[in-house]
């Protein structure tokens, strides 16, 4: 079964607003990513946030982690039409040497 | 070119017949991942490895025959294709399993 689940499935937004995205797991973890996916495409690695760190930025986006509620958000700021693509929170939970993604959050940035 | 690409990119095939879908990395990396993407599932992990000859089952192993005679490559193996096994499948490596870098995906259909 699937360990991280997002939330929305999908997201429709203006340039220039905010997205948020969120993802919940069923367990324990070592650690959080986020990756994107162009239509078409492979999986892009964005960001990982340990399970110790509370919050994490990188460029213009900001990943929260709240191990107490087993969730985490992904915030972009000032979108771009760039940024429509798919997003897929992935956990890393202990003992395992592989990740487990969620189904995703489809993301449209309309101009 | 260097990263990790995968062959061929689009493949038809009718059920019962074998395919081979191939995976080839430059950097090195240790692990290596097979996934595939279908709607309402996310991805979901085929098999991996952690090196040379060291192969483990993911979530969804049945069907699939995997080998890592050499580190930079990882082929999968579809012993008798079933219209189940359409979907599009994903490779990826990392050195540690945790940031995973994927391959642009092979687009599989089994008639």
């Known amino acids: 079964s699937q360990q991280g689940e997002e939330d929305p499935q999908a997201l429709s937004i203006q340039e220039g607003e905010n997205a948020t995205m969120n993802c919940s797991y069923k367990t324990s973890i070592n650690n959080l990513q986020w990756y994107r996916q162009n239509s078409g495409r492979g999986l892009v690695h964005l960001i990982l946030?340990?399970?110790?760190?509370r919050e994490k930025h990188s460029g213009r986006l900001r990943v929260t982690l709240d191990t107490s509620k087993k969730s985490s958000s992904l915030l972009i700021t000032a979108s771009r039409a760039a940024d429509t693509a798919s997003y897929f929170c992935a956990t890393d939970f202990q003992g395992a040497q592989k990740l487990v993604f969620g189904q995703g959050t489809r993301l449209t940035i309309n101009p | 070119d260097a990263g990790i690409t995968q062959s061929p990119r689009y493949k038809i095939t009718e059920t019962g017949r074998q395919v081979t879908l191939m995976c080839h990395q430059t950097?090195?990396?240790?692990?290596m991942f097979w996934y595939r993407q279908d709607l309402g599932h996310g991805l979901r992990l085929i098999y991996y490895s952690a090196a040379a000859d060291i192969t483990d089952k993911g979530e969804v192993p049945d069907g699939y025959v995997v080998s890592r005679s050499k580190t930079e490559n990882f082929p999968l193996t579809l012993e008798s294709a079933t219209r189940s096994q359409t979907s599009v499948y994903f490779c990826?490596?990392?050195?540690?399993?945790?940031?995973?870098?994927f391959g642009p995906g092979t687009r599989l259909t089994v008639l």
């Open positions: 990826a490596s990392s050195t540690n399993a945790r940031e995973q870098f």
């Open positions: 946030i340990r399970s110790n760190e």
């Open positions: 950097w090195s990396h240790s692990y």
